[in-house]
């Protein structure tokens, strides 16, 4: 049976990847913090272990699964959204947290489980379609996925040699308990269930770049051929 590690498992995109995964037969380690919500699935799917902890500890990770377990894929799904509402009074503890969640521990999970990647495995890091274009209010997140963004391609050139892929993965609007929060439009957004198949189909097929869905992603993507005076003059109308 193959198996996979998700994280961020217990709410939004990761709970609806676990519930994909175990359908399509694979042993899957679902990982978050909310205990009550993983054994949900557990119950639900006899193939999903959950593991709980707290991304941000660096200890929990490391001790979180059992080092003789060897996986076939692992998304690197958990994050958080926070926005600077007044960039003059730029918010560095939010700026901070921000990171941290998105960006830092996903340095602590490679660390800890690259190692139990097998040879023709598939690592997957949840990015954001928000790194195409730079958005207002989105400072802290926008700059944490774009992290994220490069890492992978980084990885996916330096793990070349073990036979390991790499997959990074722009959604844009999902809805999750996430986006609810949100205070906005948000065009062309789409259920967990139909961001889980994508990504799915998108590891299995190895690509380097999933993004979903594509009539907005695309569009994203051609602002970001404009020159940046350009698209700065667009954002800034958009905010009037």
Known sequence: MKTVLITGASSGIGESLAKYYAQQGFKVFACGRNQQKLDA????????????????NKTAIFSALDKNIKLDHIILNAGTCEYIDNAKQFDGDLFARVINTNLISVGYCLEAWLPQLNSGGQLGLISSSAVYVPLTRAEAYGTSKAGVSYLAKTLSID?????????????????????NKNDFPMPSRITSEQAA?????????????IHFPKRFTLVLKTFALLPFFIWRKLAIRMIK
């Open 41 to 56: 699935l557990c119950n639900e799917f006899n193939q999903i272990t959950p593991l709980t902890f707290d991304l941000n």
């Open 197 to 209: 198949k994508a990504i799915y189909l998108g590891m299995k097929q190895k690509r380097y770049d």
């Open 159 to 179: 793990l070349a040699s073990s036979n390991i892929g790499v997959s990074t993965i722009h959604p844009g609007f999902v809805e999750t308990p996430l986006t």
